[in-house]
């Protein structure tokens, strides 16, 4: 059986905060910039500032990464080059 074609991954979109229509993929991405909290992510793209129910889901998919980054800001070295750069 043939598989449908899937034209730029529209369906491979996984949700994460409904109310600000943030998905994993873009969760993901501020991580790599360096977000390393929920707070991070929240100040890139507003995820988990209304209802708050996907602050535990953000912060599972931080944890997830196992992002480099996140031992630098333990370290108290700068780990948010990039979205200061963004800003
Ligand atoms: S689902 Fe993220 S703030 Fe409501």
Same mark, same amino acid.
């Given at each position: ?7 730029? /991954? ?23 910039? /360096? ?12 995820? *988990? ?15 997830? *990464? ?9 370290? /108290? ?11």
């Amino acid at each position: 059986m043939a598989r449908p074609s899937n034209p730029g /991954g529209r369906w491979n979109r996984v949700y994460v905060c409904s109310c600000f229509g943030i998905t994993e993929q873009q969760v993901k991405k501020h991580a790599e910039d /360096g977000a390393c909290t929920p707070r991070q992510v929240a100040s890139a793209c507003k995820a *988990g500032t209304d209802c708050g129910s996907c602050v535990r889901r953000i912060q599972a998919l931080l944890r997830r *990464g196992e992002y480099p980054r996140r031992e630098l800001a333990e370290q /108290g070295q700068p780990a948010l080059a990039a979205l200061d750069e963004a800003a």
